[in-house]
């Protein structure tokens, strides 16, 4: 190992505590035993404990999951069917139209998004709940599902799917057994990216929910106007927790699958 | 002229063989650019047939059109007597092995090669696709690597994997887009042979598309030339070598040497061609439609000229023509050597002889007066 330099490792240390400092002391109030969160009161976890007994929390838990799996799901098979006919299709009528048109969500401002689609749901006369946040989810997540997919697709090796119909394939079956497994990466970390996109929305949820129904980042956003609760550091810390295991186990899997596939090839040529 | 060849395979010259594939006044356009322009062409059953061109020049084209994968804008292609146009790939009795391989990275090498057999009509034939899998292993000689990823094994392997997977199928036409333009110069060699040797074994209608000349030589039974969408020759690699039919072949084919001139009446089937101011004109055989004088180019390839210190006294006097020059250039390649010499009109000649001696002993070098010569019959006389 080297040794960093003096300068090295201080412009490192300030990095990291800018970064992570304000987590670190959340984490640890999150643990404080006393009711004000800023006074430090010896430790204890019975905040984690008030918050598994709060079934307005829970509720909101139940609903920002479900909506963000379904949105996701469905973002991620509209956005990909997309990515295809933007890739694929090659000239067509209104296609640069087209490809502004989805993507122009991307630089929209949430606010501007939340407020159509509310003014959408008034005129058309649908209930606000939890479909309109779904619904409001697709349409933002959708665009950022597409640029995904569409750019491993641009990469894609078109003579692949050729092959595919030249053994035989009907251009469904060349899509469903050649083209999907390979793009599957990316249509995956498609998925992710929106439901990551649909758990932390505050923004568009808010404009969309009803009083039926309400995500975990509206409720965390209307508690903390009330002022910073215990409680709510102890769900922070477990969102922090399991984004961290999420992101280590990910990066871990692919490191082992890139070391694997060194070993492979080098077998490969060594004989 | 024919050039006679002792395989005694040869379809295209029989009036009576009905050829496998026939392209009859082909055109295919893209936009305004035509990449085949009015194409008629036969190919046999069991032909090892070599589609040679520049690149653009519309090879890639026909064999996409052979695939499936374009169709004409004018004309019709028969497989078998019946019109394929229209005919998707999936439809089509021909397997297409892709310059880039194409095999499906998600797959071992056993699976990429049963998957059109899965398929076909044996696709509920579990056994007989084991089978049918066993056997291209085997002929391609990857039994060893079955279980592996194409990323698992070397560029030769996947070379032969992606064209087992093309021959699993038993297709009628067989097409290889640049199948060997991957490998090194060795291996590429060694592959021709065993094409060769794969294609006379299974009886399979080869078409290869190539613009390595050498490769479309060794490998095909006939040769097309092309050029901006058209055939310029379609003639075995010997008749194409040795008697092209204009100077565009003559000079995409090997090396050659280009004399321009004036070419006097033939007469008893001669000519003679004068090149350049002072110099006595190249007597040659004259071709067949040529009448009266014409403006034509003599070619002669460099094996064909000797070169020696003095007027060779071997040639039959008046069959032969003899020209005094000056050497410039020597390209020594261990086995041949290549001679530049400079005629006295500035006429440039390349030379090639067999390094038979060692170095040592060799009596031609720079800047030495030197004599070229070559028979009345060694070249030919191109009109286009």
């Not at chain 1, 204890?44 to 829970?58: H, I, N, P, Q, V």
């Not at chain 2, 084991?130 to 070397?154: G, Y």
Request: glycine fraction near 8%; include cysteine; aromatic fraction near 8%.
């Amino acid at each position: 190992m080297r040794r960093l330099s003096w300068f090295n490792l201080t412009s490192l240390t300030l990095g990291l505590a800018f970064l992570y400092l304000p987590m670190v002391i959340l984490v640890i109030y999150s643990f404080n035993g006393g009711k004000l969160v800023t006074v430090w009161a010896g430790f204890s976890t019975k905040w984690y404990g008030e918050l598994f007994r709060d079934e307005a929390f829970l509720k909101a838990a139940w609903v920002t999951l479900k909506v963000a799996v379904i949105s996701s799901t469905v973002a991620t098979l509209l956005g990909t069917m997309a990515a295809i006919v933007l890739v694929r299709t090659g000239r067509f009528l209104g296609r640069t139209l087209f490809s502004g048109m989805i993507y122009a969500p991307l630089v929209m401002p949430d606010v501007i998004t939340g407020l159509a689609l509310l003014l959408l749901f008034i005129a058309i006369g649908l209930d606000r709940g939890a479909t309109t946040i779904v619904l409001a989810h697709i349409t933002f997540s959708m665009c950022f599902v597409s640029v995904v997919v569409a750019s491993r697709l641009q990469s894609f090796d078109r003579s692949l799917e050729e092959a595919a119909l030249d053994l035989g394939c009907t251009p469904l079956d060349a899509f469903r057994s050649v083209t999907l497994p390979i793009i599957a990466p990316a249509v995956i970390s498609g998925w992710l990216l929106a439901f990551t996109l649909s758990l932390d929305d505050l923004v568009i949820a808010s404009f969309t929910s009803g009083p039926s129904s309400t995500t975990l980042p509206i409720k965390i956003f209307s508690a903390v106007r009330l002022g910073v609760n215990p409680e709510i550091n102890a769900l922070s810390t477990i969102m922090i927790a399991i984004v961290t295991t999420g992101v280590i186990t990910a990066s871990l899997l692919s490191k082992r699958s890139i070391a694997r596939r060194a070993r492979e090839e080098q077998e490969a040529f060594g004989q | 002229m024919e050039i006679q060849e002792n395989t005694g395979f040869a379809p295209w010259g029989d009036p009576e063989a009905k050829p496998l594939i026939r392209f009859q006044n082909v055109t295919k356009r893209f936009g305004t650019f035509t990449a085949i322009d009015n194409l008629t062409l036969d190919i046999y059953a069991r032909e090892f047939f070599a589609l040679l061109g520049p690149s653009g020049c519309g090879k890639t084209t026909i064999m996409r059109m052979l695939a499936g994968f374009e169709d004409p804008s004018e004309g019709e292609i028969f497989l078998d007597g019946e019109n394929i146009a229209g005919v998707p790939p999936n439809r089509r009795p021909v397997n297409m092995m892709f310059q880039s391989y194409a095999l499906f990275p998600h797959l071992s090498v056993w699976d990429n090669i049963a998957f059109g057999l899965r398929r076909s009509e044996m696709a509920r034939d579990k056994t007989r696709i084991a089978a049918r899998v066993e056997e291209m292993l085997k002929l391609t000689r990857l039994e060893k690597f079955a279980r592996r990823k194409p990323h698992q094994i070397s560029g030769g392997q996947r070379q032969r994997v992606a064209l087992a997977r093309s021959l699993a199928k038993a297709p009628r036409l067989l097409l290889l887009d640049e199948p060997l333009g991957a490998l090194d110069k060795k291996l590429r060699q060694e592959t021709q042979f065993e094409l060769m040797d794969i294609q006379e074994r299974t009886g399979t209608t080869f078409v290869i598309v190539t613009h390595d000349q050498e490769e479309a030589m060794t490998v095909a039974s006939r040769v097309a030339v092309m050029d901006h969408g058209k055939i310029v020759q379609v003639d075995t690699p010997a008749t194409i070598y040795e008697a092209p039919n204009s100077v565009y072949v003559a000079d995409f084919i090997g090396e050659i040497n280009i004399f321009k001139g004036h070419a006097s009446p033939p007469r008893d089937g001669f000519c003679e061609i004068a090149f350049a101011e002072g110099l006595a004109p190249i007597r040659a055989r004259a071709p067949e439609e040529m009448q009266g004088e014409a403006e034509v180019s003599f070619a002669i390839r460099p094996e064909k000229v000797l070169i020696g210190p003095e007027r060779p006294p071997e040639l039959p006097e008046g069959r032969a023509n003899a020209y005094r020059g000056k050497v410039i250039d020597i390209a020594y390649l261990g086995n041949i050597s290549t001679y530049h010499v400079e005629l006295a009109g500035g006429q440039k000649v390349k030379v090639q002889a067999a390094n038979t001696r060692r170095i040592q002993r060799r009596t031609i070098t720079w800047e030495q007066e030197v004599w070229i010569s070559f028979t009345d019959t060694a070249g030919v006389v191109l009109t286009r």
